[in-house]
C-alpha cells in the first residue's frame, strides 16, 4: 500500500482546510506572517501526521470528517515547532527553500510559528476540551525536549538513554498524539495508550532517520553535517564517538572553537563515516520500529494496523535515504 495514494482524498481535504488556515486561495501581500507561514506549509512536507491519524482513525472505524480538524492540527503544530526550530537552529534551508528566518529573519519566522501554532488550538477548542488539553500537553513536551537539545550541544557525554528521550519529546509526543487525539474521537482510552506508545517510538526511529541523513547528507533540501556544524551530537555522531575514542577528542576539540569552518566540519564528518556509525545507528533505527510495532499489541493485527507497521517502515526508511521534513 502507498499511504500517499490510498489516503489521498483524506489529504485533500486536509490540504483544503489548510489552505483555509492559510489565508485562503489568495491572501493580503501585505500579511507577511500569512505569506512567511505559507512559505513553509504550502507544497512541501510529507503531511506523515495527518496520514498517522487517518490511519489510526481507520484502525478504530472513525468516520474520516471526525479525523480532519485533528489531523490539520497536528500538521499545524508541527509547522509551527519547525518555524520555531529554525530560528534555534538557524537553519537556512528547509525542504529545498530557503527559511523563513533566512528570508523574512527571526521575528518573522516566530511569530508566524506564535500563529500557526494558535490556529491548531483554535481548530481543536471547535472540537473539545481534551483535545486541546492534550495537544497543549504535547507542545510543552516538544517545547522541553527542543531546549534539552539545546542544552546538549557541545556534550560529548551525551548517552543514548539522553539522545532518545530528546527525540521522543520533539518528534515522538506529537506522532503519540495523533494516535490519541483518533482514540480520543472514538473515546477508546486503551487504544489511546497503544497508539501513543506507537507513536512516541516511531517519532524516535523519525529523529533517528533523521540524524542519519545529516551524515550522509541525502537531504537535498538541508546541508550535510549541519548537527555537527551546530555541536549537536547526533545518533551517528554519539555512536561514533564511542567506537573511536581519538576522533571524540577531534570533535570535542574542534567544538571548542568559536567558529568552524567548513572544512574542518567536513574532515569530522568523513571521520564520523569510516567509524561505520551509520550502520550502528540503521541497526537502532531499525529496533526502535520493531519495538514500537511491539507497542501496538493487538492492533498490529487489525488491517489497518498493518498498514501503521507497513507505513511506519516504508516512511522511516525512506526518509534516512532521502529526506524532507
Ligand atoms: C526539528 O528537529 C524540530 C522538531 C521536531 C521540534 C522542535 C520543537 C520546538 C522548537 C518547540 C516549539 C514547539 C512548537 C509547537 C512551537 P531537527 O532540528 O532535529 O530537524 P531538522 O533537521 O528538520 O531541523
Ligand atoms: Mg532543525
Not at 528566518?101 to 473539545?128: E, F, P, Q
Not at 538513554?161 to 486503551?190: M, Q, R, S, Y
Not at 553535517?225 to 551517528?236: C, G, I, K, V
Request: hydrophobic content about 45%; some cysteine.
Amino acid at each position: 500500500m502507498d499511504p500517499q495514494v490510498a489516503f489521498r482524498p483524506f489529504l485533500a481535504q486536509v490540504e483544503a482546510s489548510l489552505l483555509e488556515q492559510l489565508g485562503g486561495p489568495s491572501p493580503k501581500e501585505t500579511d507577511t506572517l500569512m505569506q512567511a507561514a505559507r512559505h513553509l506549509c504550502l507544497g512541501g512536507g510529507k503531511r506523515a501526521r495527518p496520514t498517522l491519524v487517518k490511519i489510526f482513525g481507520d484502525t478504530l472505524g472513525v468516520d474520516a470528517a471526525k479525523l480532519v480538524e485533528p489531523a490539520v492540527a497536528a500538521e499545524l503544530i508541527h509547522a509551527a515547532s519547525l518555524l520555531h526550530d529554525d530560528v534555534v537552529d538557524n537553519g537556512m534551508f528547509r525542504r529545498g527553500k530557503p527559511t523563513v528566518n533566512a528570508r523574512w529573519g527571526n521575528i518573522v519566522a516566530v511569530m508566524s510559528g506564535d500563529l500557526l501554532l494558535s490556529g491548531a488550538l483554535l481548530t481543536l477548542a471547535g472540537v473539545g476540551p481534551r483535545l486541546t488539553a492534550s495537544a497543549l500537553a504535547t507542545v510543552q513536551e516538544m517545547t522541553r525536549a527542543a531546549i534539552a537539545e539545546v542544552q546538549a550541544r557541545g556534550n560529548l557525554e551525551l548517552s543514548l538513554g539522553e539522545l532518545k528521550a530528546i527525540a521522543e519529546g520533539k518528534t515522538g509526543a506529537l506522532f503519540g498524539w495523533c494516535g490519541k487525539a483518533a482514540a480520543t474521537v472514538a473515546e477508546d482510552e486503551v487504544a489511546a495508550r497503544c497508539f501513543d506508545a506507537f507513536g512516541r517510538r516511531i517519532g524516535i526511529a523519525f529523529q533517528m532517520a533523521d540524524d542519519i541523513r545529516d551524515i550522509t547528507g541525502t537531504d537535498e533540501g538541508k546541508p550535510q553535517y549541519a548537527d555537527l556544524q551546530s555541536r549537536t551530537p547526533n545518533l551517528p555522531v554519539v555512536l561514533a564517538m564511542a567506537h573511536d575514542a581519538r576522533l571524540k577528542r577531534r570533535i570535542g576539540e574542534a567544538w571548542s572553537w568559536a567558529a568552524l569552518t567548513p572544512e574542518k566540519v567536513r574532515e569530522l564528518g568523513t571521520g564520523v563515516l569510516v567509524t561505520g556509525a551509520l550502520d550502528d545507528a540503521i541497526v537502532l533505527m531499525n529496533e526502535e520500529i520493531d519495538s514500537a510495532v511491539d507497542a501496538l499489541g493487538p492492533y498490529a493485527e487489525h488491517e489497518s494496523g498493518a498498514n501503521l507497521v507497513m507505513w511506519a517502515r516504508t516512511i522511516a526508511r525512506g526518509i534516512a535515504l532521502k529526506g524532507a521534513a
